[in-house]
């Protein structure tokens, strides 16, 4: 059977976009024809602005080059307008008798600027503001002209002025509205931002509505007039007032658009075998201007166009950042406000820092942040994901503390940063090189950076650094997912909640069944999937579910830590950090033994043997003859403790035992993330306790329990959870809270960031305060761990024995 | 001069596993894929020598255990955005024998 017939009309990045989408998941399906009124293949419409103000060349913007279209078998006809599409016969005709059959068509045909109806709309050097055509009129004159006025102080108004400004013009904006970016600012900031301009030279009429524009002697405009009768010279005039779907083609096929071409959850127009994308679209009666919310839409109808079948649009929550350097702004959501909602503000005038926080039933509905806008992403994130913010409500205001974050000098914010300063200090990546390779390589999410620069991509703590510099480079196209609903990888694009409701309520019992149930999209999925399906088939069915090898990373299938170099290091377990001198001589004897290089003793209060090689790792732990420490595991590491009233002065309670029933408790307890514990004795808390997933800290009446502390990547201090008085409901509250953080957790989510998600009061509430749950998820903890075995001692009786053994020829 | 040489046989591989042969040339990593074929290659990874026969194997690829490489299982080359190459090595299974040619 041949290949169907797809033509694209309009050339730009959402219409690309999803032929992207569509050659990823169904690479054959189709023959594809596109057609483009602009003669330039693919390019980064958002980045005209650093065109303009000399920042960047159209060569550094284009996204996909000629070789693209070719390399895809996409037929291109450039400068060429589609003038008719004749629904009968499925065909579409351009203007210049162009031709092209169809079996699906995919209408991108972008929007048009909006041309204010006054008089001498039509002379020479009257522009908008839309594409490269526009961008070079507008270099071009620059060079031969002084006076430019913007009409319209929106984004592309105000980028347009500051590049003009910037091009040597004298620029004035006229602007209908009594501020700026009135439909992004309230007005505090708005003025903030005109003060901020000014300072850089830029001129502002508003409230004014232009009258006529007035032709000089050579026909060319000459200057504006405005309705109160001011009149000023103008060799450039820059119409930026607002852009509408263009729907001209649609309309004249006869499809139905209403502000747009009107479309459904799956981008269908009213004809079934035509679909639209971009901002010619009006989804449930919003036309979006944004790329963020185009990409998505792009998805979708590449979903459908494939024949998947199963993904659906239901619309976008949009945010603002102003592309002029040096000027930090952003906003989103509802940050007007209404009488059912109320404000958290911050105004600090002289320090040129604004900060508009808008709340409705314990939700983050909107912002406006000016002069300091580190924590944008942020709090964009907690307004998608509808996060109750109740409990964080009281520093709400000041951000996300990126305090306790290591590997990047301590900045937190992207902006001051020179862009020789490194940014992932993992795989040395400067601020320089990141900014380049989303300009170059046209990157739009933090994954394409992680890609392509290595960014962000081992430890992860620079991700708010790198989402930051993406906003501040690419403007509102940047849209994180909320978070909740992040697909788990690239296999699928459901998240993790929704694969573990899955297995929960369709009983799936293999990692086979829940990829087929929820159509994976890759035959076996990768080292993402593969181990956190692996670990939510477990968790949620202990007692039925078979431990996967082969979804299990080299560490916890080996029982051992790989080392740069291919070899392992071995940590017996310690209980509490205790040990004996007949250990202490084992671990010296198997060093001699096996010529062990490197022996360290870890933060975790026992020794390390670096430097075993793979194949001897069995004979080392029959040698030990001690249990696993589990120091490669997502499991419980170990509990760390002082000294205690054992021996302390100043002990209050017996921490080295209360450490070592713990870590008993626990042993082998495999989690969404590694767990730590610690005791101490007293508040002094040698034992560090405040830092661990669950730290207990002996009082004189008793134990007080902390959770949720990290001293990681980020530092993270545990909080109050409980105070308990005897040693039994240590352990009670300590595995309560452990099974909740097992059923509930996100794979490699730790509990500092499992609480950050879910809120401490929802782990009170299940644990502290409903004592039946309680008792049930303790009882579910012991339960699993009953006849937890020791792993190493298995693999020394025969247990998985290939993983160890080389083959030879 | 290259000979095929028996190594194992087909079962002492675990379907989207990998096994290591020890050779006078370095080691070789052996994959079977969850489709049923068999791959070789040399044990290290282009990035930074990490023993791709430790990392975990999906349909025709395998992440290497350091620093998350992907790697063509059937040509040997990275996945883009990466770019390097490991090198491949004959391999046949004859009734159910696994030979290598080296």
Known sequence: MGKKNLVMVGNGMAGVRTLEELLKIAPDQYEITVFGAEPHPNYNRILLSPVLAGEMTIQDIILNDHDWYAKHGIKLHLGKKVSRIDRVLRRVIAEDGTEAPYDRLLLATGSNPFILPVPGNDLPGVISYRDIGDTDAMIDAARRYRHAVVIGGGLLGLEAANGLKLRGMDVTVVHLADWLLERQLDQTAGRMLQKSLEDRGLKFLLGKQTEMLIAGESGRVAAIRLKE???????????????????????????????????????????????????????????????????????????????????????????????????DLFSAG??????????????????????????????????????????????????????????????LLFGQSHVGDVGHQGHSKAASMADSAEVCGCNGVSKGSIVKAIKEKGLFTLDDIKKHTKAASSCGSCAGLCEQILSATIGGAYTPAASNRKAVCGCTDYSHQEVRDAIRAQHLLSIDAVMRFLEWQTPDGCDKCRPALNYYLISTWPKEVKDDPRSRLINERAHANIQKDGTFSVVPRMWGGLTTAAELRRIADVADKYQVPTIKVTGGQRIDLLGIRKEDLISVWKDLDMPSGHAYGKSIRTVKTCVGLEHCRFGTQLAMAMGVKLEKMLFDMYAPHKVKLAVSGCPRNCAEAGIKDVGVIGVDSGYELYVGGNGGIKTEVAQFFVKVRRDEDVLEYAGAFLQLYREEGFYLERTCHYLERVGLDHAKQRVVEDEENRKALYGRLLAELKDAKDPWAERVAGVEHNEYELLSV | MAEWKSICELDDIPRMGSRVVRSTSGNIAIFHTSGGEVFALRDQCPHKGGPLSQGLVHGNQVTCPLHGWKLRLDTGEAVAPDEGCARRYPIRIDSGTVFLQI
Not at chain 1, 255 to 283: F, L, S, W
Not at chain 1, 374 to 387: E, H, K, N, T, V
Request: charged share 20%.
């Open chain 1, 229 to 327: 009768g001011l009149q000023i010279p103008a060799d450039l005039v820059v119409m930026a007032v607002g852009i509408r779907p263009n729907t001209t083609l649609a309309e004249s096929a006869g499809i139905y658009c209403h502000r747009g071409i009107v479309v459904n959850d799956t981008m269908q127009t009213y004809d079934p075998k035509v679909y639209a994308v971009g901002e010619c679209v009006a989804h449930r009666g919003i036309a979006y201007g944004l790329v963020a919310p185009l990409f998505e839409q792009g998805k979708v109808a590449a979903n459908h166009l494939g024949n998947y079948g199963i993904s659906r649009y239901t619309g976008s929550v949009t945010s603002t950042k102003l592309k002029v350097t040096g000027i």
């Open chain 1, 334 to 395: 509802d940050f007007f406000g209404g009488h059912d909602s109320e404000e958290i503000v911050l105004n600090d005038a002289a320090g040129g820092v604004y900060k508009k926080l808008v709340i409705k039933d314990n939700k983050l509905v909107g912002g406006v942040l000016y002069g300091d806008t580190a924590d944008g992403p942020w709090y964009f994130q907690l307004l998608r994901d509808g996060q109750d913010i109740h409990e964080i409500r009281d520093h």
